[in-house]
């Protein structure tokens, strides 16, 4: 099993819908959580993080993290064309001595 | 600087010869990762350096690759005797550590013909 695992996608969506990105963990001890964006030929940039179970809102952005059932999902509402890329995934477990482990990504494609 | 700085930013070579990609971390980081990522797939964990740690090695997919931080600071990755397969985009990532968040360099897209 994947340490962090992600659906590759693509996942569509048309423009103004609510996108939902999901990615499950397989260390129950992991304590922090990260989504970044990668748009095509450019570098990942971090758009949230969540340490907590429930729910992280920054503007158009909701992370949501529920410890128990090893899931931390990202919701993008109102999603824009600009909002197509690829999401990864990131969890801090514990065994690992605090290095990062990163999701394949999902590709999310909003239709205009 | 400010950010996570990586040189060369392209890096075309020969087959069979060696290369050197170097990353300046953000300063202070004590964390530092290379991934590889070749076109359109994932990140590919490499190694990872923290503090005066032992390397995590582990993502290393051959002897050809080896990569070393001097002072807890800059890093190099070397890559000899180069095969096409090595073509990719190598990405450096710095961290302050303890879990937290990764900031990437812009990476160097190497090209081995």
């Known amino acids: 099993q994947k340490e962090v695992e992600q659906n590759s996608g693509p996942l569509s969506v048309p423009e103004g819908a609510i996108a939902s990105l999901n990615c499950t963990y397989s260390d129950r001890g992991s304590q922090s959580f990260f989504w970044y964006r990668q748009y095509s030929g450019k570098s990942p940039e971090l758009i949230m993080f969540?340490?907590?179970?429930g729910d992280k809102e920054d503007g158009r952005f909701t992370a949501q993290l529920n410890k128990a059932s090893q899931y931390v999902s990202l919701l993008i509402r109102d999603s824009q064309p600009s909002d197509s890329a690829t999401y990864l995934c990131?969890?801090?477990?514990?065994?690992?001595?605090?290095?990062?482990?990163f999701g394949a990504g999902t590709i999310l494609r909003v239709k205009s | 600087g400010a950010g996570v700085s990586q040189s060369p930013s392209n890096k075309v070579t020969e087959k069979g010869k060696d290369v050197e990609l170097r990353c300046d971390p953000i300063?202070?980081?004590?964390?530092l990762y290379w991934y590889r990522q070749s076109l359109g797939q994932g990140l590919e964990f490499l190694i990872y350096f923290q503090g005066n740690s032992a390397p995590d090695k582990s993502g290393l997919p051959s002897d050809r690759f080896s990569a070393e931080r001097t002072g807890g600071s800059v890093s190099t990755l070397t890559i000899q005797r180069t095969q096409q397969e090595d073509s990719a985009v190598y990405l450096c990532?710095?961290?302050?550590?303890?879990?937290?968040?990764?900031?990437f360099g812009q990476g160097t897209r190497l090209t081995v013909v």
């Open positions: 990131a969890v801090d477990p514990s065994e690992y001595g605090n290095k990062l482990v």
């Open positions: 990532a710095s961290s302050a550590g303890g879990g937290r968040d990764a900031f």
């Open positions: 969540i340490y907590s179970n």
């Open positions: 300063s202070g980081h004590t964390a």
